[in-house]
């Protein structure tokens, strides 16, 4: 009688988790059942459609767009904002967190006020400084600019270096490890479940990102996925035979890449074992 009343918890919370994850699923399989239907109108209604599969509406959309094109464009955008913010974050949050100087604490007051300011707030100066005063409109490069350096980023890491044991840092520099070599061959590998999950968080952002790309970018060969999903669905979609189905299926195409990522790289977030990295 004790085991059942306490195996009853725990069985409702599964039971309730269970239906969450079903509900939370379930748009993203109407979408991907929708792509690849020939009236996506009919889907909610079948839970498993036997029929009328088709791939025509991702050709409809390859037809008028460059798919292969700008999921290329996509790519180059967010690998280059994956670069900066890598970069940039590490570097910064391991100084604001491991070294002492001054005005530190004045920089990162200053860091936590960027975060307030909305980018839309931002859009417009940074507009007319990227294309007039440097000329990089219709350019990767401008599109990348204003994403390179992510205060989030800066942020989540300083916390975690901070986390660190002081005396895997007072070793290293007994050994000689010079600050690059700390943060390369000490810090980084201690922190690489942040690592993965600030690559993810970021990811997401630049993939989706629509209005400054397409601010900046005027021609249609330099556009993201984003942006030409976006275009193709409010001027072309509509009048083609399935407009739904056109819909769901650039929807799957800007989609289906960020969920593969998170399941490929959903093993990297575990605990890190600081304990093991401390002798004595």
């Given at each position: 009688m004790m085991r059942t009343r306490r195996r009853l918890p725990r069985?409702?919370?599964?039971?309730l988790l269970t239906i969450a994850a079903l509900m939370f699923a379930f748009p993203f399989y109407f979408m991907i059942v929708g792509a690849f239907q020939e009236n996506p109108t009919n889907a909610p209604s079948e839970l498993l459609p036997t029929g009328g599969w088709t791939l025509q509406n991702f050709a409809n959309i390859d037809s008028r767009i460059d798919l292969a094109g700008s999921l290329l464009n996509s790519l180059i955008f967010t690998a280059g904002v994956l670069l900066g913010t890598i970069v940039f974050g590490l570097l910064a949050g391991y100084a604001l967190a491991r070294l002492d100087f001054r005005g530190r604490g004045v920089l990162w007051v200053l860091m936590l006020?960027?975060?307030?300011?909305?980018?839309?707030?931002?859009?417009i100066p940074l507009y007319v400084q990227i294309t007039r005063n440097y000329g990089l409109g219709d350019s990767y490069l401008g599109m990348i600019l204003?994403?390179?350096?992510n205060t989030t980023a800066v942020f989540i890491f300083t916390q975690f270096f901070k986390s660190l044991p002081a005396e895997i840092f007072e070793a290293a520099r007994i050994d000689g490890a010079g600050e690059l070599r700390l943060l390369?061959?000490?810090?980084?590998?201690?922190?690489?479940?942040?690592l993965v999950t600030v690559v993810l968080i970021t990811f997401i952002?630049?993939?989706n990102e629509f209005l400054w790309p397409f601010l900046i970018t005027k021609d249609a060969s330099l556009q993201p996925l984003a942006v030409s999903l976006a275009n193709y669905i409010s001027t072309v979609a509509q009048s083609t035979a399935n407009p739904n189905g056109a819909i769901l299926a650039g929807a799957t195409a800007?989609?289906?890449?960020?969920v593969v990522l998170f399941c490929v790289f959903q093993r990297f977030f575990t605990a890190?074992?600081?304990?093991?990295?401390?002798?004595g």
């Open positions: 069985v409702l919370s599964v039971v006020l960027v975060q307030m300011v909305p980018f839309q707030l931002l859009m204003p994403f390179a350096i390369t061959a000490v810090a980084v590998p201690l922190i690489r479940p942040v952002g630049p993939w800007l989609a289906l890449p960020v890190t074992d600081l304990g093991a990295a401390i002798k």
